[in-house]
């Protein structure tokens, strides 16, 4: 069983940065695939950021050249950087995991881009 705990949300201006973290209880190089989803209100749940255990990544068009996701396996964490942030950005991000052949979520945590 993996658990998983986000970080790192807030309330940031239109433009701005901020840099999610999700902090796994296995070592990440024995979860085939991590990522980031989102979800706002009256919306599903949509796909931000993955990244395989062989390194590949993937991105949401909407956020292609805006976030980068990266891992530390030392530490068992995957990071979401999100730079130039737009209000459309707001949305719980959700941390995911895919090992051994089952989904797992975290908490996840609030991201808000206001002016």
């Known amino acids: 069983q993996v658990q998983l705990v986000e970080s790192g949300g807030g309330l940031v201006q239109p433009g701005g940065s901020l840099r999610l973290s999700c902090a796994a209880t296995?070592?990440?190089?024995?979860?085939?695939?991590m990522g980031w989803y989102r979800q706002a209100p009256g919306n599903q749940r949509e796909l931000v950021a993955g990244?395989?255990?062989?390194?590949?990544?993937n991105y949401a068009d909407s956020v292609k050249g805006r976030f980068t996701i990266s891992k530390d396996n030392a530490k068992n964490t995957v990071s979401l950087q999100m730079n130039s942030l737009k209000p459309g950005d707001t949305a719980v991000y959700y941390c995911?995991?895919?090992?051994?052949?089952?989904?797992?979520w975290g908490q996840g945590t609030q991201v808000t881009v206001s002016s």
């Open positions: 995911y995991a895919f090992r051994y052949g089952k989904d797992y």
């Open positions: 296995e070592r990440i190089f024995t979860i085939d695939i």
């Open positions: 990244i395989s255990s062989g390194d590949r990544t």
